[in-house]
Each structure stands twice: as C-alpha cells, then as structure tokens.
C-alpha cells in the first residue's frame, strides 16, 4: 500500500472522532495526516519528511490557534455546552460506586459520572459539578 493511502485514512480517521468530540485537538491531528499525505505524494520514498511535516503541521496548529480558541471561549455570548448541565436531571444507567465512576443519561447524552455516594441503577440524580468529560452528581430528592 502507498504510504499515501495510510496518511489519507489516518486524517480521516482523525477528522471523524474530532466531529464526535469536538476538542479541535484531533482536527489538527487530521490537518498534519493531510500535509503528510501531500508530502508523500511529491515525495513518496521519504517517510522520515512524510512524518516531520505532519507533526510540524500538528503543532504548529495547536500552538497558534490555542490563543483564538481560548480567545473564543472567553468571549461574550459564548456558552459551553456542558456548563449547562449543572443543576440538570439525570437518570443512572450505570451504578456509581463511592469514589468509582457509573454513568448518567441526561437528556439524550451520557456522561461519566461520580458520587460521594452509591448511587443505584435507575435512581434520579441531579448535576452538582461539571469537569471536562466527569459530572459530579448527587442523589435527587424531591425536597430540591
């Protein structure tokens, strides 16, 4: 197989679980397969340049878009979509186990989540701290 091929289906590959996590971290990834993709067919027999240029392409990507991102992040109007789970209701589909992650339906999404608590399958919870892939939750009980 020409190494081309490979490079294509790595920065597809990579393009596809980035549209699913939405980190901008594997789109850069995907960006650098593609410029080595390119490199290997001007210059197909030098895997070491196929490889330089991918990476230098990764990180320089990564570098200089990291300020715009967090630039974006900050801006006015701007809302994460997790941010607006805390205070949100969910059900458990996996049982949390005190200091041992479970998982959480809320709405349509499932989450890792973890609890000061046991927490059964089935039981109601409510969203009480989001990190960046763990919710924090607490047993729901009417009185909230």
Request: aromatic share 10%; proline share 2%.
């Amino acid at each position: 197989m020409h190494a081309w091929v490979f490079w294509l289906i790595a920065a597809g590959i990579l393009f596809v679980v980035e549209m699913m996590t939405l980190t901008f971290y594997l789109l850069w990834l995907s960006l650098g397969a593609a410029a080595a993709m390119l490199v290997s067919i001007v210059v197909p027999d030098n895997i070491l340049l196929q490889v330089i240029v991918g990476c230098a392409v990764a990180l320089v990507l990564t570098v200089f878009t990291k300020p715009l991102a967090k630039r974006f992040r900050t801006s006015r109007g701007f809302q994460d979509t997790g941010t607006e789970l805390v205070g949100k209701k969910g059900i458990v589909i996996e049982p949390i186990d005190k200091g041992q992650y479970g998982i959480v339906k809320i709405g349509g999404d499932t989450w890792s989540a973890v609890s000061d608590q046991f927490i059964g399958l089935n039981e109601q919870v409510i969203v009480v701290k989001r990190g960046n892939a763990i919710i924090e939750v607490e047993r729901w009980e009417e009185t909230h």
